[in-house]
């Protein structure tokens, strides 16, 4: 167990619905990275915050946005979803940003968009 | 081109046999960090070693240890004496310090231990 928790761990939907996924890091973590895992496009990054502020983005689709609580969970917030959203969507912590940074990753979301 | 190479789609091991799987990275950024991740089929994400790019020595945890080939910009991860339980895909990642610490991922390496 890493200590990060993700809810719900799955969600089957319609395409155009709307869906929030949650994390909660590791207590003490100031660090919540979001990363989408799909069969073609693999694991990749798409947001990246620390201590209430967005840090980086990658990939992330302008239809999906993110935001990080003051208490430090934070939430991917997936609109008018499209049959290629389907994937393992990963929440992961870490202490801070640089040097060695071992980020703890959640058990994942699996979201099924029908 | 892709920043992080792990060319084995799959791989064969017998138990108590060592195993190498390899990864090779792409990066212009002098500081870096690479990391091995393990993902059995139940989806979670494990932490399994860690090497840094100023490290001097190869980095290893218990039956995990990482030959480290700086000037190949190559990172393979060797499991000793395998076990039933490490049957999972195996990621490497590198995090580059111009990257905000965030993580590229391989595509993986499917690993599976034979009795």
């Known amino acids: 167990d890493s200590g990060v928790t993700q809810t719900p761990k799955h969600l089957i939907t319609a395409t155009g619905q709307r869906v929030t996924l949650r994390c909660s890091p590791r207590?003490?973590?100031?660090?919540v990275y979001w990363y989408q895992q799909s069969l073609d496009q693999g694991l990749q990054f798409l947001i990246h915050?620390?201590?209430?502020?967005?840090?980086a983005k990658g990939n992330i689709l302008e239809r999906f946005s993110a935001q990080q609580f003051p208490d430090l969970h934070s939430e991917l917030n997936l609109s008018s979803l499209e049959l290629g959203d389907s994937a393992l969507y990963f929440c992961a912590s870490s202490l801070q940003t640089g040097g060695y940074n071992e980020q703890f990753f959640g058990p994942g979301t699996r979201l099924t968009v029908l | 081109a892709q920043k992080i190479t792990q060319t084995q789609p799959g791989m064969f091991v017998q138990e108590k046999e060592a195993v190498t799987l390899d990864c090779t990275y792409d990066?212009?950024?002098?500081?870096?960090?690479l990391f091995w991740y393990k993902q059995p089929s139940s989806g979670e994400m494990i932490f399994l070693i860690y090497?840094?790019?100023?490290?001097?020595q190869n980095a290893t945890e218990g039956r995990y240890s990482l030959n480290f080939q700086k000037a190949r910009k190559s990172a393979n991860l060797v499991i000793s004496a395998s076990q039933l339980g490490d049957s999972a895909m195996y990621f490497c990642a590198m995090r580059e310090t111009r990257g905000y610490s965030t993580l590229t991922f391989g595509k993986g390496t499917m690993l599976l231990v034979s009795p």
């Open positions: 207590s003490g973590d100031l660090s």
């Open positions: 915050y620390y201590n209430g502020e967005e840090r």
């Open positions: 090497q840094g790019s100023y490290d001097q």
């Open positions: 990066t212009s950024d002098p500081s870096y960090g």
